[in-house]
């Protein structure tokens, strides 16, 4: 059914119908979704009159001013706004995450986190903290210290999130929260890559294997993920001095007694150099979420 408003020209799609005189809501409407409803069809009639109100170069005062109107984290009272930049670790039925909010924008993130790793990082494996650190010079340390075991630096936490669908074999024309795939650049060669790195507990230089993989195109045929039983062993290491080991004798790693020496695909040496995404800027958390809130709250999405 229609839900006819103002002066019954703008028509939307409801499941309850207004009374003939578009002055009264249906029983099952209660005023404050309805209000929460008439805010989301003004924002984005704001955003097509003016772009640069909701664009991803907004700063994120204005997305602070705008997420405090409309309620918290919880986007104008619909479905929670899934990029959450507070975040320090996520566990899966699979994995674990390590994550990092660098004050240069974007987001690191460790996929598929070791015990060794959390070592690595002075965590606790097994009740790892949860949220990121409020002073933004400690968490740029941990940032950088995250790195060092071939953490990816992504443009933001939604091009991760469009990065990993293509990498599970999702299919291309679908939304993943709120964004359309078959719209979105393939994943870069940075972005794809596979690494593991081993540091030696003696504190001499580090161990670097990195491989191609075949989920969005091959560019390295010589060069692809050893796909047997020695990636399953290689997460079975107890420490850093074991996962050193296996890397140089199973997977053919290269040793680099200064990290400044590498010159491979891995975001090692990143951090001074660091001003742009791989497929657009880094974004600051609230111009991610400026930009899931364009995405989906479309009029044909309320």
């Known amino acids: 059914m229609n839900f006819i408003h103002g002066n019954c020209n703008a028509v939307i799609s409801y499941p309850e119908p207004l009374n003939a005189d578009c002055g ?5 409407v209660s005023e404050d979704t309805f209000s929460r ?3 989301i069809v003004v924002l984005v009639l704001v955003s097509s009159l003016s772009p640069s109100f909701f664009s991803l170069g907004t700063k994120p005062t204005t997305r602070n001013n705008l997420m405090a109107y409309l309620g918290g984290s919880n986007c104008a009272g619909g479905p929670e706004c899934p990029f959450d930049p507070s975040v320090r670790t996520v566990f899966t039925d699979t994995e674990a995450r390590i994550y990092a909010w660098p004050s240069k924008g974007g987001v690191i993130i460790l996929d598929t986190a070791e015990a060794i790793d959390f070592d ?25 210290r995250l790195l060092l075991l071939g953490a990816k630096w992504w443009d933001s936490e939604a091009r991760y999130s469009i990065v990993s669908e293509i990498e599970t074999g999702g299919t291309t024309h679908r939304r993943v929260n709120g964004f359309h795939i078959d719209e979105q650049r393939q994943p870069t060669m940075r972005e794809k890559r596979l690494l593991k790195a081993g540091w030696p507990s003696n504190g001499g230089g580090v161990w670097v294997a990195e491989f191609d993989t075949v989920w969005a195109g091959v560019d390295e045929e010589d060069n692809l993920v050893p796909y047997d ?24 790693a290269r040793f ?7 010159k491979g695909y891995g975001f090692f040496n990143s951090w001074d150099g660091k001003k742009d995404g791989e497929v657009g800027p880094l974004l600051m958390p609230g111009e991610t979420q400026n930009a899931w809130i364009k995405a989906h709250y479309s009029l044909g999405q309320i």
């Open 256 to 262: 680099y007694q200064d990290l400044k020496d590498y």
């Open 229 to 252: 039983e020695d990636i399953g062993r290689l997460r079975m290491a107890r420490t850093m001095d074991e996962r050193c080991a296996m890397l140089r004798d199973r997977f053919e």
């Open 120 to 144: 690595f990082l002075g965590l606790d494996p097994l009740e790892p903290p949860l949220k990121r650190l409020e002073d933004q010079a400690e968490e740029d340390a941990f940032a950088q």
């Open 37 to 39: 409803i008439i805010i």
């Open 24 to 28: 009264s809501l249906p029983s099952s």
